[in-house]
Structures are given as C-alpha cells and as structure tokens.
C-alpha cells in the first residue's frame, strides 16, 4: 500500500526565513514517482516537482529545493527566503505501478503561513 | 504544458437539486480523467477514476447513485451529484492523465459546490 505522510500540519515563518516542509512515504514498488504540489487560497493545485525514484539528486529551482533520499524514503521541500506570496498548503504525493490505476496518493498537506 | 479546464468554478444549488460538474482537457486526450473531493483543511481524497468508454471505479464509500460520472469522450468528463444536501458541499478537483510513462496528471482549477 502507498502512503504520504506530512507531519507538519502548520507552519509559521517571517518572512526571509528559511523553511523546511518534511514528507515521508512507504511504497513497496522499486520504481515510483514523488512529487510536489502548492495550494494557494484560490484551490488550483500548482505542479512544483515530479522526481523518479532512480534519481537521488537533489533539485534546485530559485529559490525552492527539493532533497530526496531512499535511504529514509524522504522527500523534503525548502524554500529559502520565504515570501508572502508562498504562504499556502503543499501537498506531497506518490505515484507507484502498484498503487490503483496509477493514482497519486497524497499527503495531509502543509499550512504555510508567510509572515510580513 | 497542458490545460485542464472545470466547469462551473462555484456552484449554489437547492438541497434536493442535481448539479453537473464539467472537466476538459483542452489541448490532448485523456483516456483516464479522475475526480477529487476536498473539505476544508483536508486533503485530496480521489473520489473515482473515470475511463473514457467505460464504467468509472469508485473508490470504497463513494455511492455511486450519488455521483454520476460519465466520460464520454477523450477530453470531457462529467460529475453530476444527483439529490445534493449540505453535506456534499465542497471543493471538487478533477484531473486528466497523459498514457504512457510517466503518466503526467493535470489538474483542473477545481469547483466549489454549495449545498443549501
């Protein structure tokens, strides 16, 4: 069975701080797919990553980060100095051939919160 | 990158009404679309998966009375909540899946549906 799990249900930072949004996943399939969604208040859901399990090397995109590592089955997100306009709820997902028609599985999601 | 559109984006309805909710995908072909639930402060929960000619799967707890979903053709799908009540209010997320690896899902900007 696949599983995410997103143990920060809120977090509060002030702006230009750093921030580190913590996923965990189980899935049995050696080969799968991770990846990154931000909410903001309007609903959309915003595609930030999709990373496959065969590459470990981290991901940089501005000022958002990605570090992935099989040996803890982690995939964590960091956005360095953060802004208001980040403030939102992230969600982290898998994907795995074992998973029902190939279906993401998500996490709780993470509030972010963006203080001026 | 591709474009899922839903229809409507919010939606008032009478208790004991029926609403149909659209899902397209504007620039390719899905053969499998899905369809999401959302409450507030929660997370996605996949409702169905809808298979272009076929009859969708619901996932256990979904009544399928309840939520028609039709897909018939490559780029529509439809939800339609049949004798809606307060308690199906929500915000509703479609997506549409590219075939073959890696699988990409699009998601729509999502509807939210008031039951009165």
């Known amino acids: 069975a696949q599983k995410v799990t997103q143990a920060q249900t809120e977090i509060s930072v002030v702006e230009k701080e750093d921030v580190t949004l913590d996923c965990v996943y189980e899935t049995r399939d050696t080969t799968y797919y991770l990846f990154w969604y931000k909410q903001p208040p309007s609903g959309e859901l915003v595609f930030l990553i999709r990373?496959?399990?065969?590459?470990?090397q981290n991901e940089i995109s501005g000022r958002y980060s990605w570090n992935f590592q099989k040996s803890t089955s982690s995939f964590n997100f960091t956005i360095t100095a953060s802004q208001v306009v980040d403030s939102a709820v992230y969600f982290c997902?898998?994907?795995?051939?074992?998973?029902?028609?190939?279906?993401?599985?998500f996490g709780s999601g993470t509030q972010l919160t963006v203080l001026p | 990158g591709a474009v899922v559109s839903q229809h409507p984006s919010r939606v008032i309805c009478k208790s004991g009404t029926s609403v149909k909710i659209e899902c397209r995908s504007l620039?390719?072909?899905?053969?499998?679309m899905f369809w999401y639930r959302q409450f507030p402060k929660q997370s996605l929960m996949l409702m169905a998966t809808?298979?272009?000619?076929?009859?969708?799967?619901?996932e256990q707890g979904v009544e399928k009375d309840k939520f028609l979903i039709n897909h018939a053709s490559l780029t529509l799908s439809t939800l339609t909540v049949t004798s809606a009540h307060p308690e199906d209010s929500s915000f509703y997320i479609c997506?549409?899946?590219?075939?073959?690896?890696?699988?990409?899902?699009?998601f729509g900007p999502g509807t939210r549906l008031t039951v009165t």
């Open positions: 620039d390719f072909q899905a053969t499998t």
């Open positions: 997902a898998l994907r795995a051939p074992s998973g029902s028609a190939r279906q993401l599985t």
């Open positions: 997506s549409a899946r590219l075939t073959g690896e890696p699988y990409e899902q699009y």
């Open positions: 809808s298979n272009e000619g076929s009859k969708a799967t619901y």
């Open positions: 990373r496959n399990s065969f590459d470990e």
